[in-house]
């Protein structure tokens, strides 16, 4: 009864994080909900908060909401905070259009000159935020450590993990295999055996070696279905790395990689 008070004690914590989570991080929805019945002070302040949590959203739902951002700053005649944001969004997808139906063509002849400008590097000099999209490097990890455990885990820069799974990967096969060869030979001795002493002692040792095979190669296959379990369920879609430099703090994603310049 204890046993189940604690688990539902911890699955509340659990669900009360993940419901925190979920309000600190506002649906798309609700930011251009709030845009559309002209409430712009609220709009920007969820569109800001979804910012802080970039690493929550896709691709398409931040260009979505630095859009939102440029639109509200070049309605509020703030051009500049605009530009900041359009060039944010061209950052992650360069080949945006707007719909001149759905967009006051005032806003969408600024975006244009902004997205030209953004072509030819001619970029303002204090931008929001930059994306880089990267490709996810999991699936080419994973083909790796089918071939050799340990190696997919070092190709996503994890190296300690990867050189344990070869290892022991590696040393549980090499015994494997030197028992394998110890077993042969004490069954061929155990064949060759006359007395029934002699047959019994034989068979002992036989049977020891023929155990402690399958116990090597049972732990090499264990490792093996482990590291492959570890880069699909434990390795993070989306891994944070921070590196901090004099003028700027890189924020590397796995699927995307925010650039925010220390204003």
């Known amino acids: 009864m204890v046993m189940i008070r604690r688990h539902v004690f911890f699955m509340a914590i659990l669900l009360a994080a ?57 309605t509020q005649k703030q051009h500049a905070g605009a530009r900041q944001h ?11 259009e707007l719909d001149s139906l759905l967009v006051s063509p005032r806003i969408v ?4 000159q902004v997205k030209n400008e953004y072509r030819v590097g001619i970029a303002s000099s204090d931008p929001a935020v930059k994306y880089i999209v990267v490709k996810d490097q999991r699936l080419a990890a994973l ?18 993990s990867g050189w344990i799974y070869t290892a022991g990967f590696l040393t549980a096969l090499g015994a494997g295999l030197g028992l394998h060869l110890l077993q042969d030979q004490a ?55 921070h590196h901090s430099h004099s003028d700027a703090t890189i924020l590397k994603l796995s699927l995307r990689m925010p650039l925010r310049l220390s204003k």
């Open 18 to 74: 993940v419901l925190c989570a979920q309000e600190s991080r506002p649906p798309v929805a609700d930011i251009q909900r709030a845009y559309d019945s002209l409430k712009f002070d609220e709009a920007e302040k969820l569109a800001r908060q979804a910012l802080a949590a970039a690493e929550a959203y896709a691709p398409a739902e931040l260009v979505q909401i630095h859009l939102l951002l440029g639109y509200i700053g070049f």
């Open 109 to 112: 002849r600024f975006f244009e």
């Open 187 to 241: 069954h061929d001795r155990y064949l060759a055996a006359v007395t029934p002493k002699e047959i019994a002692r034989e068979y002992d040792a036989y049977n020891q070696r023929y155990r402690l095979r399958n116990a090597a190669f049972a732990a090499a296959a264990g490792i093996y279905v482990v590291n492959v379990f570890d880069l699909i369920l434990v390795t993070p879609a989306v891994s944070l790395a």
């Open 86 to 96: 359009f060039e944010s969004a061209l950052s992650l997808q360069p080949g945006l």
């Open 143 to 160: 083909r790796r450590s089918l071939v050799l455990p340990g190696w997919g885990q070092r190709h996503l820069q994890r190296p300690r």
